[in-house]
């Protein structure tokens, strides 16, 4: 087992990482730009090592700071969390050449799989299914357009190096495809530094349900059950949720064996997610694999009594994985709390926290690096806290969620904690009756 591990990363899943490694008997290393010289993980960390101003391809993205600070600390192996460099191929290959083991899948697996048209291929290969759409890169408009007429519409345009909502476009008629095609390639060659897209049918009304992996250096791979992450707005998750409400035990087995084969197809190493598209008649396509740990995975703790962090470092360390059989007890449910407005379209809401005051009780759990005093950087995602509930029935749970929701007290910043609490009270939120597309309609009225 290692003796000291870096933590390339900020803000809460460095926390998260911390407070594992601490109980593993671990040693720790935080990175930090000046921004976060007072935020929680560094105040945690058995070491703590500045790398450069607040802005991330200064600090959080500079490769040759996190490996300096790695070697004059002698950590023997870092741990990226998500975000920033954690599906960084680079990153993971760089890490092997000094010697210093990166907490995650080979640079091969993460390149084989960040690359959206050869996943696809992979998946083909290995048989697992796949939205209909092109086998490849789509060279030129008109390409795209035989595609589109053999498919039929609606479809989309994706960045073949894409991520987070960005770089995609859905065209629902032929004579929007031109325009769609080239804004998705500029889009593309801006944001990803890859004009490459490729195109699928677009899956209308689909829940985003995706299923938890580990993987081994020794050819082992298990998957520990679904998440869903149908609450979206603008392609962002904001609540997850496991089991999945349109989960059939059949449906778990055939979505767990695919999730499997795709890890296994690129020698899969660590946590990852397969993420899948099911439609109305659970039906169900691979979407993309997330080669990290997941904003999400406390989720899937609560109802498997897993560490995953745990069985990353034990993964990485060459331990090889337990098998036992998958066992999913009662339902969870996970907020996230960001520093926006939802009265003012979810502006983001910096500053200083007045008051922090987290919730409590029998199954609450908060991950947060805010507290009381605490101010809010402008530089990086909103996100400043994640509650985590569960109970015996999703019924329970809702209630369980609402109850800590409202006793969960931040004052000095705007958060989204009211609108979790709307949706609550939601009634096809407490059925189950949603889908991806579905906060496109729910409404937040800041006078309930």
Same mark, same amino acid.
């Given at each position: 087992?290692?003796?000291?591990?870096?933590?390339?990363? &900020?803000?809460?899943?460095?926390?998260?990482?911390?407070?594992?490694?601490?109980?593993?008997?671990?040693?720790?290393?935080?990175?930090?730009?000046?921004?976060?010289?007072?935020?929680?993980?560094?105040?945690?960390?058995?070491?703590?090592?500045?790398?450069?101003? =607040?802005?991330?391809?200064?600090?959080?993205?500079?490769?040759?700071?996190?490996?300096?600070?790695?070697?004059?600390?002698?950590?023997?192996?870092?741990? =990226?969390?998500?975000?920033?460099?954690?599906?960084?191929?680079? /990153?993971?290959?760089?890490?092997?050449?000094?010697?210093?083991?990166?907490?995650?899948?080979?640079?091969?697996?993460?390149? &084989?799989?960040?690359?959206?048209? #050869?996943?696809?291929?992979?998946?083909?290969?290995?048989?697992?299914?796949?939205?209909?759409?092109?086998?490849?890169?789509?060279? %030129?408009?008109?390409?795209?357009?035989?595609?589109?007429?053999?498919?039929?519409?609606?479809?989309?345009?994706?960045?073949?190096?894409?991520?987070?909502?960005? +770089?995609?476009?859905?065209?629902?008629?032929?004579?929007?495809?031109?325009?769609?095609?080239?804004?998705?390639?500029?889009?593309?060659?801006?944001?990803?530094?890859?004009?490459?897209?490729?195109? !699928?049918?677009?899956?209308?009304?689909?829940?985003?349900?995706?299923?938890?992996?580990?993987?081994?250096?020794?050819?082992?791979?298990?998957?520990?059950?679904?998440?869903?992450?149908?609450?979206?707005? &603008?392609?962002?998750?904001?609540?997850?949720?496991?089991?999945?409400?349109?989960?059939?035990?059949?449906?778990?087995? !055939? #979505?767990?064996?695919?999730?499997?084969?795709?890890?296994?197809?690129?020698?899969?190493?660590?946590?990852?997610?397969?993420?899948?598209?099911?439609?109305?008649?659970?039906?169900?396509?691979?979407?993309?694999?997330?080669?990290?740990?997941?904003?999400?995975?406390?989720?899937?703790?609560?109802?498997?009594?897993?560490?995953?962090?745990?069985?990353?470092?034990?993964?990485?360390?060459?331990?090889?994985?337990?098998?036992? !059989?998958?066992?999913?007890?009662?339902?969870?449910?996970?907020?996230?709390?960001?520093?926006?407005?939802?009265?003012?379209?979810?502006? =983001?809401?910096?500053?200083?926290?007045?008051?922090?005051?987290?919730?409590?009780?029998? %199954?609450?759990?908060?991950?947060?690096?805010?507290?009381? +005093?605490?101010?809010?950087?402008?530089?990086?995602?909103? #996100?400043?806290?994640?509650?985590?509930?569960?109970?015996?029935?999703?019924?329970?749970?809702?209630?369980? #969620?609402?109850?800590?929701?409202?006793? /969960?007290?931040?004052? +000095?910043?705007?958060?989204?904690?009211?609108?979790?609490?709307?949706?609550?009270?939601?009634?096809? /939120?407490?059925?189950?009756?949603?889908?991806?597309?579905?906060?496109? !309609? /729910?409404?937040?009225?800041?006078?309930?």
């Amino acid at each position: 087992m290692f003796n000291k591990i870096l933590i390339a990363n &900020r803000g809460e899943i460095a926390l998260r990482v911390i407070r594992t490694c601490k109980e593993m008997g671990i040693n720790t290393v935080a990175v930090y730009s000046k921004a976060d010289e007072d935020s929680l993980h560094v105040k945690f960390a058995d070491e703590a090592v500045c790398i450069g101003p =607040p802005p991330s391809n200064e600090s959080y993205l500079k490769i040759p700071r996190i490996l300096a600070a790695a070697e004059i600390t002698n950590a023997e192996a870092i741990h =990226p969390g998500y975000g920033f460099l954690s599906e960084k191929a680079e /990153f993971s290959r760089i890490c092997a050449e000094h010697d210093i083991k990166f907490i995650g899948p080979s640079a091969d697996s993460i390149a &084989r799989m960040g690359n959206k048209t #050869m996943a696809k291929e992979t998946m083909i290969d290995s048989g697992v299914p796949v939205v209909p759409g092109s086998d490849g890169v789509v060279e %030129s408009y008109e390409e795209a357009r035989e595609i589109c007429d053999d498919i039929g519409y609606p479809v989309i345009v994706k960045a073949a190096s894409g991520g987070g909502g960005r +770089g995609m476009r859905i065209v629902h008629e032929a004579e929007n495809l031109q325009k769609s095609y080239s804004m998705c390639k500029t889009e593309a060659e801006s944001a990803f530094d890859d004009p490459d897209v490729y195109i !699928e049918k677009f899956v209308e009304d689909p829940h985003h349900v995706e299923i938890q992996v580990l993987g081994d250096q020794h050819g082992n791979v298990i998957h520990l059950g679904e998440r869903d992450c149908s609450l979206q707005r &603008r392609h962002q998750k904001i609540l997850e949720e496991a089991p999945s409400p349109l989960m059939t035990p059949e449906l778990r087995e !055939e #979505m767990g064996q695919a999730a499997i084969d795709a890890s296994k197809a690129v020698d899969y190493e660590g946590a990852g997610t397969v993420e899948f598209l099911v439609d109305k008649d659970l039906n169900f396509y691979f979407m993309e694999m997330n080669t990290r740990i997941q904003v999400e995975h406390p989720v899937t703790e609560e109802v498997t009594n897993y560490d995953l962090v745990a069985e990353q470092i034990k993964a990485a360390a060459g331990h090889e994985l337990e098998k036992k !059989e998958l066992k999913m007890r009662g339902h969870a449910i996970e907020c996230r709390i960001n520093a926006e407005d939802p009265e003012h379209n979810f502006r =983001p809401s910096a500053g200083m926290i007045d008051v922090f005051h987290t919730p409590g009780g029998h %199954s609450v759990r908060v991950d947060t690096h805010a507290y009381a +005093g605490y101010r809010i950087p402008p530089h990086y995602d909103s #996100m400043i806290a994640k509650l985590i509930v569960s109970a015996p029935t999703r019924e329970d749970a809702i209630k369980r #969620m609402k109850r800590s929701l409202e006793e /969960f007290i931040v004052e +000095g910043i705007k958060t989204t904690i009211p609108y979790h609490i709307q949706l609550m009270d939601d009634e096809n /939120f407490k059925k189950g009756t949603f889908n991806t597309k579905y906060l496109e !309609e /729910f409404t937040f009225n800041p006078e309930k």
